[in-house]
């Protein structure tokens, strides 16, 4: 069985395999938030009947589990002040919700402080953030 549908314009595929394949953290689905008022009504929707987890994961009431996480996540990260992304890593390993202010309260500064990147520097930090992610082990549950 299958399924195609649309999110955001993207055609997507969905296939059943059987209920002998259960969902695992191996998949998510990735969600970039703009601001805190999405991060906040999407978590609430998708926790509900689920399970929440840290580093802005959670599972939603079928299992699927979801990131849920700021753009401006990815920017802190990324901070060319080794001290600061590094203030930002230990807040975001202590939260299960991500929280805009409270990361942004860890380098010292405020929405308005922070330049916007291109999206071609926002992916080259993406993929240094991602060769790194043995970080984010404390994150994942594993069952």
């Keep these: 069985m299958s399924a195609t549908f649309r999110i955001g314009g993207q055609k997507l595929i969905a296939f059943n395999g ?5 969902f695992t953290h191996a998949i998510s689905m990735f969600v970039d ?17 689920g399970e929440k ?5 959670l599972k939603d009431k079928f299992g699927l589990s979801w990131q849920i996480i700021p753009s401006i996540l990815g920017e802190l990260l990324g901070d060319e ?11 975001m390993l202590q939260m299960e919700k991500i929280d805009i202010k409270k990361l942004k309260r860890r380098t010292g500064g405020n929405e308005a402080g922070v330049r916007p990147r291109s999206e071609l520097e926002s992916l080259m ?9 043995f970080i984010l082990e404390p994150c994942i ?3």
């Design 18 to 22: 059987g209920p002998h394949f259960k």
């Design 141 to 143: 549950h594993r069952p």
């Design 53 to 57: 987890s840290r580093c802005g994961w």
């Design 33 to 49: 938030c703009k601001t805190q008022r999405e991060v906040d009504r999407l978590w609430a929707r998708l926790s509900k009947g």
């Design 81 to 91: 002040d080794p001290e600061k992304s590094g203030r930002v890593m230990q807040a």
């Design 125 to 133: 930090k993406f993929f240094l953030i991602a060769r790194n992610l």
